[in-house]
Nanobody, 124 residues
Framework: QVQLVESGGGLVQAGASLRLSCAAS????????MGWFRQTAGKSREFVAA????????HYADSVRGRFTISSDNAENTVYLQMSSLKNEDTAVYYC?????????????????WGQGTQVTVSS
């Protein structure tokens, strides 16, 4: 089992930056893929970014590429999502997820474990 706990959400103004953290525990994540998704009321959960725990290759949704950066600190068992130039449309609950598959999936079905989510609100 893998437990994931997100933190770092909050209320910011458009154009600001925010860093989300996802602390993982329960087992080693070697070979796992870690992802960030987001969801707003009435919409399906949307892929944001993913990173391979071993090797560090990354993948981003087109809507955030160039503004968001996903990274990992293997020693701390933590994954980060640095968000810059935030827009109103980035407002959502952000979820951290872990996949035991080495492939990077962009749909929620590819992930085995989920955190509880952290709210990010971007105001004009």
């Amino acid at each position: 089992q893998v437990q994931l706990v997100e933190s770092g959400g909050g209320l910011v103004q458009a154009g600001a930056s925010l860093r989300l953290s996802c602390a993982a525990s329960g087992r080693t994540l070697t070979g796992y893929v870690m992802g960030w998704f987001r969801q707003t009321a009435g919409k399906s959960r949307e892929f944001v970014a993913a990173i391979r725990w071993s090797g560090g290759s990354t993948h981003y949704a087109d809507s955030v590429r160039g503004r968001f950066t996903i990274s990992s600190d293997n020693a701390e068992n933590t994954v980060y999502l640095q968000m810059s130039s935030l827009k109103n449309e980035d407002t959502a609950v952000y979820y951290c997820a872990a996949a035991s598959s080495r492939a990077i999936f962009t749909t929620r079905q590819g992930y085995d474990y989920w955190g509880q989510g952290t709210q990010v609100t971007v105001s004009s």
